[in-house]
């Protein structure tokens, strides 16, 4: 199983263990993930309401590499994948929009096909892996962990493009931390969204909603996973600015699934993550201990 890769530029830029750990539980799971040679941003949220065809020119030339690899894409932001499915979905179905398009990409050499689909990497796991394939690679459960699940506002919305689980009630990322042995913890205003989108307009509503969000997720549950790097940025900074820090850890799933996998901590990035997640990598030690003395016994 291949894919093109896209990694997307704040992931890249900023979370370097969002991006090694996706890889590393990619890999043990038999998914290739191929760099995608050329690709530059994907043309962000907000582009296409300044100017809407070069938004999608931007967007199609990524969808272009990846055509040319003849690989469906994958990617870990969830501005990114709504950004490059809306283009995809937009440019396949308005051929006269499509051709305005590919007059601007034949300036890189670059002419969009639509012959390729666009995916979130939990999107990918959840109907192209499984979840019973998942639990059966599991080695080491995590379980009497508690999670609080983020799922972010452009995995599943608009839901008549991303056209991926129940925007109103999804369940997709919570059963793939159920799957790690974890348990997926309900908490308020979980669908909330986690305000990152008005950070540049004001700063001070994007850390006090995402402060309410850790805080009310820190009663339910010892850590808070995400698959956003804009939803992950946003918790965890909020943390970071306060004297009094509630110290959540926020965790990028592909990190969870590696641990449960049996990956090591130190290979998943987890220094990376500014909110000390040094407690998950004793709970493993702590699972390995009990189980081994099972076995003694």
Not at 12 to 38: F, I, N, T
Not at 96 to 125: P, S
């Amino acid at each position: 199983m291949r894919y093109a890769f896209f990694v997307g530029c704040t992931t890249l830029a900023r979370l370097w263990g969002y991006e090694v750990s996706a890889r590393k539980v990619a890999d043990h799971l038999g998914v290739e993930l191929v760099d995608m040679p050329g690709s530059g941003c994907c043309g962000t949220t907000y582009l296409e309401t300044l100017d809407h065809k070069t938004a999608l020119a931007i967007a199609a030339r990524n969808i272009c590499i990846a055509e040319e690899m003849g690989l469906d894409i994958v990617a870990v932001c969830n501005g990114c994948t709504e950004v490059l499915t809306k283009a995809n979905k937009e440019l396949k179905e308005d051929p006269a929009l499509r051709a305005d398009v590919n007059e601007v990409l034949k300036d890189f050499g670059k002419e969009f096909k639509g012959t390729v689909e666009v995916k979130h990497f939990v999107k990918m796991l959840k109907e192209d892996i499984g979840l019973e394939k998942i639990g059966s690679e599991v080695n080491r459960p995590l379980k009497g962990l508690r999670v609080g699940v983020h799922y972010g506002c452009h995995m599943l919305k608009p839901s008549d493009v991303m056209m991926y689980d129940d925007p109103e009630v999804p369940t997709s990322l919570d059963e793939l931390v159920n799957a790690t042995g974890a348990q997926s913890v309900a908490y308020p205003n979980k669908l909330e969204c986690c305000a990152g989108p008005i950070m540049g307009v004001r700063e001070d509503v994007t850390w006090s909603v995402g402060l309410e969000k850790v805080e009310n997720v820190k009663k339910y549950a010892d850590i808070m996973v995400t698959a956003c790097p804009f939803c992950y940025l946003t918790y965890e900074r909020c943390q970071l600015i306060q004297e009094t820090s509630p110290n959540l850890p926020i965790v990028h799933y592909p990190q969870l699934l590696g641990l449960a996998l049996g990956i090591s901590y130190d290979e998943l990035g987890f220094e990376m993550n500014k909110i000390d997640t040094s407690r998950l990598q004793e709970f493993v030690e702590e699972y390995r201990g009990a189980n081994l003395n099972d076995k003694t016994d």
